[in-house]
């Protein structure tokens, strides 16, 4: 993730969840808040504890949401100027491909929302 920090202050966290715009196609939801600044962008990736309970599922799911974002819309400049938070709504480990899908969904709606 070349442009983009990651967002780790739970404080900043909650503020995008209640105050965000939300974007959802299965398995992956994104909250995002508009940055003052255009080139400070950052991102963060979460997985209910409530949904997958062990550790490792929720591990493995971050790692393929944060690679789909790196491989297909990291460089997309939709995204910058913007906080995110992807959140991943699936009951199981599901594959790559269909969080790629999921990525690439909530790419086009928000691209048709924009506009």
Known sequence: MQKFK???SKKEIAFI???GAGVSSFPIKLFFIENSDQKKSSVAFTVGKKNIA???????????????????FSE?????GRSLVFVFLGKEVVSFDLIK??????????ISNKN
């Open 6 to 8: 990651r967002l780790k």
């Open 17 to 19: 969840f209640e105050c």
């Open 54 to 72: 062990k550790a490792v599922d929720r591990n493995k799911i971050k790692r393929l949401m944060r690679e789909a974002f790196r491989l297909g």
């Open 76 to 80: 997309k400049k939709v995204f910058f």
């Open 101 to 110: 899908k999921g990525f690439l969904a909530i790419f086009e709606k928000l």
